[in-house]
């Protein structure tokens, strides 16, 4: 499959809210901006996922309202919100806001990427008191809720300053691809090179079962260097060659390196060049 699309490559970096302080989290995203990231990405858990299962933890929407006053350029949100966490129509809500806080001046067009997915972690679930049910339930609420968030943006005053991105992860291949043809903006595929070929012939499948244009989702995937600060652009090319124009990069505390960005940005602008 080659990539016929003309998006320019786009750098994420996601911060797990994870066994660092709240000031490390906050002045790692301004050195984000400042070496000219596209997206900084939070997640949407309760305890960590790595690490000490007991180490610090910080609430991710929460802090993207504080991540939205904080930066001016940076487009930001989480990778990704769990839907059953929250009723649908108060995470729009929620969304709506963080957007409208995030975009300063009166019309301007704020910068939130709104993040969702069917969820997966069984400690937040047990912990914080939701039912977890079984794989197939929880693909099915996502599928209920989004035409309900969809449709709570158009009701709420104001509205949204701009059509909120949805990106939604995951790679599910009978629920979750079909989901994501019909109500993504942006496919985050947690997959490699040749997973991702397959399942993007999937998804091109869906799309055109339900008449969705498929170059209208852009893709997106994650990227981690092969060794330190060494990433392996031959895999970056191949993923760019099937139409992948979003590679995140997760970082986490408590050491939190930001070495390897530079690399990834130097390759995003050799390429869109």
Request: aromatic share 8%.
């Amino acid at each position: 499959m080659t990539n016929t699309l003309t998006r320019p490559i786009r750098i994420g970096v996601q911060i797990a809210p994870q066994h660092s302080t709240y000031t490390q989290i906050r002045d790692t995203l301004t050195s984000l901006e400042e070496l000219g990231v596209d997206i900084a990405f939070n997640w949407d858990h309760f305890y960590p996922l790595s690490g000490d299962p007991a180490g610090l933890h910080f609430e991710g929407w929460s802090m993207l309202a504080a991540w939205a006053e904080q930066t001016s350029t940076i487009e930001f949100g989480p990778l990704v919100t769990c839907n059953t966490y929250r009723n649908p129509d108060l995470l729009a809500d929620m969304a709506r806001t963080v957007d409208h806080i995030s975009a300063k001046t009166p019309g301007a067009e704020g910068r939130l990427i709104f993040g969702i997915g069917s969820g997966w972690f069984e400690r937040d679930y047990d912990e914080y008191g939701y039912e977890f049910g079984t794989v197939g339930q929880r693909l099915d609420a996502l599928a209920e809720s989004l035409p309900r968030i969809e449709a709570r943006w158009a009701k709420l005053t104001p509205p949204p300053t701009r059509d909120i991105p949805v990106l939604i992860g995951g790679g599910g291949e009978k629920k979750t691809l079909r989901i994501v043809a019909k109500h993504a903006d942006i496919w985050h595929s947690f997959a490699d090179t040749e997973t991702l070929e397959r399942k993007l012939v999937i998804l091109r499948s869906h799309c055109e079962e339900i008449g969705r244009d498929f170059a209208e989702i852009e893709i997106s995937t994650g990227t981690r260097p092969h060794t330190p600060g060494d990433f392996d652009t031959t895999d970056l090319d191949a993923q760019v060659e099937l139409g992948a124009s979003l590679f995140t990069l997760g970082i986490t505390g408590p050491d939190i390196d930001l070495s390897p960005i530079a690399d990834l940005l130097a390759w995003r602008d050799a390429k869109n060049a």
